[in-house]
């Protein structure tokens, strides 16, 4: 069973009526309700903003496996500690899931070296496509060849991140523009993914294919495999001085 | 001066009425005319269909910098024999531009190992917003943040082709499709572009953009650097035997 | 369960000797042997050369999940048709894994669009150490930094690939090359595995890292969700058209 | 004419004895003797720690087109302002070459998200034998298969960096391990290249390989073609909404 924590900055679902109304339990509520449900998770743990170290002390983060992240307006309030550790954490092996506007939080920042004014965006109500253009990833398991939100925010390219690893869904907005709106990438051990729907004001997080999608991606974000990397001096093990250099030395004479 | 040769199938422009009224020289006439005029280049030669060999001999070939590639319903009137030419010499570094539905020529197919089945069409009158993805790539230079034909032939998504090396342009057609419609690849030496619009019936050849990109695509193809690859039995070299083997030692006795 | 199936040859183990005193059963017996114990497979099928349609019948293939391809000598003798077939197939979703000289096997190079002549080799006992050059990547799970075969046959860059999606392992040999030793590609929804060691003369597979990189690259390879791609005509949906229009033009006029 | 500046720390070579030996005008004297006599370049600049905003003023930037770097023991004196004048620049276009240990600079980590722990290393007297990956990149047109410095410092994967663009170069290193030495990346509109070679106690810029590449990565990573990249708030297009609506019933009732 998966570990999984999403931290939410949980800041619109308690002043404004719109969104509460959509999320009467937050995001971090709608995602929590779907995923526990899922069959492959451990009831998922929460964090927010207004906790003590925003709910991610370094106890909760070591026993996390993949890390869900949204925030909006509230960058800056998070800690340069507690997104320091976050990014230790991934480097490490934990996975880490940006939602939304996440690619302007700071441990997303950190990882990919970018800024936080990254795209172009519209707070209107475009239908999106989301269209799966790698087949073969995991991510897009159980996913059509595209499919719909009737309603969510714009946000354009350029989208100024690095050269993702994969790129799994590229969104269609009817106002005109394409968005590279699933993208993986790995930093170290760590596997990132950062999934673009997920607009407060809309009910992104009740439809079944933005929930597959999370789901799928927290899946393969879990690397059970992390080790310790060694980096540092290393001096030349014996075996490559002696026993191949007679083998060699036997080869380039025949 | 680059040597640029150009194959078109030179068959729309000869039977259709509305084709022939948009490229009364053929669409690679309306190529010749700028890229002759660019400064870049050596005057591009032609090649077509009901040519000898289709213009394409091994003289052509040895004596070409980057071939760029238009065909539509005449692929497989394409001999074997010069679709493998063409492939041998993209493989030895000539650059290779497909450009519309010249990801279903026979030459592209054999680098890319896909099938002529690749993409979902619709012959509409879509307007077509061709948006940057890569800024920093060679191709893109002088391309604003995106630019629109008022009307092209809709490509979309799944396109079945390998992962490219860079992603350079992604299309929003006003039907609802995404395309990744300037990719690059390589393949051994030689450098591929493939640029989706095009289409016959639309004069998107005289677009000063499509134009441009074109020109930027043959500059970034030209591989004047291309050497023999040296494959099959080699040997081990006297000095990675003898030499570093003291040092070595001493190395790992400090 | 996944279903495995595993192509070998099948020749160097019936008429050399001192490959038989290794591989008694046939290299695809060494695989089959870890493979049934590991716990995570069906019964390993076997399909070689010379039984009819080299074992890989259409109904065979339907029912493979991940299929292993090891040749060396005979890659000429295996029938296009039955190439064509596993091309399909992978397409479709079946994952390939090619074992050593597989990268110069019909499917392979139908696959990538490669030739037979890819890369430098040495019959030679060189030293290998075989580096993890992506850590975040599930198929080196349980892999240290490098592990080591004490003599493998090299083999050498320049390998004429297309650029992988992921570089798993890049192996050091003692004779003075390197060579992208574990590459990932994907084509249409299958996920392929080339993997470098296992020449005949050693007994390479019997190596536990070896085979736990064999392992895990079926995990990875599996891929349960494959659809049907849509390609072709594809109109125009009636909700593109009209529900959205009011909703941007109220947006734009605000 | 192409505007190169190198910052180089300058430390070893003002007091060791063996360094300033190699190089009597420090790195940058050695580095900027070949290029000022390549032909494509306006006069080196040279930038060390010691100079007020270590030579790197924003008015020297502005007039940089590629921005080289050498550093090893005095990152840490390099000011934070400084490190985020050359990655905002390089963002806007300015290409930047990262030579041996720059890998742990300021630029570099911010860049691409990485700490100063990056890899495996040993100074000592290694044999290196640095491999062409990608034949078809112009970074390294004019070198052939590989080319060998007899003694370098060992750099060993794991090398803790995002996946890069292209993989030009990896190196054989005698005492059993493999880097990645020739990577590039790109960040918004700046194309970056990271060079392994270049340990302070050889003389490695001296070698005309190392200086073929360096003058390629020069080229390849002036980006003439910068421009604003737009982010932030878009409103719809008119186009977006009228004349295609029209096309496109049209098309969809047809």
Redesign the interface.
């Known amino acids: 069973m998966i570990r999984v924590t999403m931290y939410n900055e949980f800041y619109h679902e308690q002043t404004k009526e719109n969104v509460k109304a959509i999320y009467p339990n937050g995001m971090h509520g709608a995602i929590k309700e779907f995923l526990d449900a899922e069959g492959s998770f451990e009831p998922m743990r929460v964090a927010t903003l207004e906790m003590p170290e925003h709910g991610l002390t370094q106890e909760v983060l070591d026993n996390t496996d993949v890390l869900l992240w949204w925030g909006h307006v509230k960058h800056e309030e998070v800690s340069d500690e507690v997104a320091e550790r976050v990014?230790r954490r991934v480097?490490e092996?934990m996975g880490f899931i940006g939602l939304h506007s996440a690619h302007a939080s700071k441990p997303f920042r950190?990882?990919?070296?970018?800024?936080s004014?990254?795209?172009?965006?519209?707070?209107?109500?475009?239908?999106a496509?989301v269209?799966?253009?790698?087949?073969?990833?995991?991510i897009?398991?159980?996913i059509?060849?595209?499919f719909?939100l009737?309603?969510e925010e714009?946000y354009?390219?350029?989208f100024?991140i690095?050269?993702p690893?994969?790129?799994v869904f590229?969104?269609?907005f009817?106002?005109?523009?394409?968005f590279?709106s699933g993208c993986t990438?790995?930093?170290?051990?760590?596997?990132i993914f950062y999934f673009q729907p997920g607009h407060e004001t809309f009910p992104t997080y009740y439809n079944e294919n933005v929930r597959r999608v999370i789901a799928n991606a927290i899946k393969w974000a879990y690397?059970?495999?992390?080790?310790k990397?060694?980096?540092?001096?290393?001096?030349?093990?014996?075996?490559?001085?002696s026993?191949?250099?007679d083998?060699?030395?036997a080869?380039?004479t025949k």
Chains 1, 2, 3, 4 share one sequence.
Not at 131 to 138: F, S
Not at 223 to 227: H, K, S
Request: glycine letters at 12%; hydrophobic letters at 30%; charged letters at 30%.
């Open positions: 990014v480097k092996g950190k990882l990919m070296g970018t800024s004014d990254l795209l172009r965006w519209r707070e209107s109500a475009d239908l496509r269209w799966v253009i790698d087949y073969a990833h995991p897009a398991e159980g059509g060849d595209y719909e009737e309603a714009t354009g390219e350029h100024c690095p050269q690893d994969d790129l590229v969104t269609w009817s106002g005109g523009e394409v590279r990438f790995h930093r170290e051990q760590g596997r690397n059970p495999g992390a080790r990397i060694v980096t540092g001096h290393v001096p030349v093990k014996p075996n490559v001085l026993p191949f250099r083998k060699l030395e080869n380039f």
